[in-house]
Nanobody, 121 residues
Framework: QVQLVESGGGLVQAGGSLRLSCAAS????????MGWFRQAPGKEREFVAA????????FYANSVKGRFTISRDNAKNTEYLQMNSLKPEDTAVYYC??????????????WGRGTQVTVSS
């Protein structure tokens, strides 16, 4: 089992920045691909970003490319999502995900409970 706990969400004005963290416990963190997803009210959960177990490969949704940066620190069992130039449409609950085999929008092994990000206009 892998337990994932997100933190760092909050309220920010448009154009501002936030950094989300996802702390993992349980089995070997470094053997898992990690990702971020989000779900806005009334919408389905959508893929945001993913990073390979080694950190060498990253993937982004077109809507966040150039504004968000995913990273990980395997020594700290933590992944991050640096979000810059935030827009009101980025408002959502952000979820951390882990998967040993899949990377990208099909990741589905483990999920955190989410952290709320609200961007005011």
């Amino acid at each position: 089992q892998v337990q994932l706990v997100e933190s760092g969400g909050g309220l920010v004005q448009a154009g501002g920045s936030l950094r989300l963290s996802c702390a993992a416990s349980g089995r070997t963190f470094s053997s898992y691909h990690m990702g971020w997803f989000r779900q806005a009210p009334g919408k389905e959960r959508e893929f945001v970003a993913a990073i390979s177990w080694s950190g060498e490969s990253t993937f982004y949704a077109n809507s966040v490319k150039g504004r968000f940066t995913i990273s990980r620190d395997n020594a700290k069992n933590t992944e991050y999502l640096q979000m810059n130039s935030l827009k009101p449409e980025d408002t959502a609950v952000y979820y951390c995900a882990a998967d040993q085999r899949r990377i990208g929008k099909l990741m589905d092994d483990y999920w955190g409970r989410g952290t709320q990000v609200t961007v005011s206009s």
